[in-house]
């Protein structure tokens, strides 16, 4: 079974401008949530969406969004990056509370 | 406010002896516990996890012990293996499910 799937990797991105990154679920999982997580500390929760309604936000700013597809794959957009948007965003999926995370899109912001 | 901590950053256990990780929280509304093992490169893979009604949770060399009035959980390995190696992050769930907490991570280190 295929587990949690991101795109891209890796993206190199400037200040001020815009990212779409992209997930895929565990094959039956309508839940997906987004965390960021920086050097040295753990995952911060940032949204969870299930069957394409936002369930919860963790405290970032308007600056991030998301959503989810009628596949239940999802997106979530940074606009107006900032040097400290870069991180690892770790998506994951979940039936239940055991959330399952992809490998992560390592973003840079320079 | 740092709701769920784990004091710490590194622990070095030999190779067939136990390896004891700890965590506390302190939002008392969390009802479910996670801990996940991380290498570098990947994401987070989930271990193994214990509800609130239960104060241990046992699977294979992994076994969880809750303590509610302290709000402090812990994770033995039994025996420790150099493939345990990686950072070891809990987490807690309110009862709504998902949106996860997590402390700041142990750097474990297992020992030939």
């Known amino acids: 079974d295929a587990g949690v799937t991101q795109s891209p990797t890796h993206l190199i991105k400037t200040r001020g401008q815009q990212v779409t990154l992209r997930c895929s679920p565990i094959?039956?999982?309508?839940?997906v949530s987004w965390y960021q997580q920086v050097l040295g500390q753990g995952p911060q929760f940032i949204f969870q969406?299930?069957?394409?309604?936002?369930?919860g936000r963790g405290n970032f700013p308007d600056r991030f969004s998301a959503r989810q597809f009628p596949n239940y794959s999802s997106e979530l957009n940074v606009n107006a990056l900032l040097l400290g948007d870069s991180a690892l965003y770790l998506c994951?999926?979940?039936?239940?509370?055991?959330?399952?995370f992809g490998p992560g899109t390592r973003l840079t912001v320079l | 406010d740092q709701q769920v901590k784990q004091n710490s950053p590194s622990l070095s256990v030999q190779e067939g002896r136990i390896s004891i990780l700890n965590c506390d929280y302190t939002?008392?509304?969390?009802?479910?516990f996670l801990w996940y093992k991380k290498y570098p490169a990947e994401g987070p893979t989930f271990l193994i996890s214990i509800s609130s009604i239960k104060d241990k949770n046992e699977d294979g060399r992994f076994t969880v012990f809750l303590n509610k009035s302290a709000k402090h959980l812990s994770l033995h390995i039994v025996p420790s293996q150099p493939g345990d190696s990686a950072v070891y992050f809990c987490?807690?769930?309110?009862?709504?499910?998902?949106?996860?907490?997590f402390g700041e991570g142990t750097q474990l280190t297992v020992n030939p």
């Open positions: 094959s039956g999982h309508k839940s």
């Open positions: 994951a999926s979940s039936l239940w509370w055991n959330e399952f």
């Open positions: 969406y299930y069957e394409k309604e936002e369930r």
């Open positions: 987490a807690a769930s309110p009862p709504s499910g998902s949106r996860l907490t």
């Open positions: 939002n008392s509304m969390f009802d479910y």
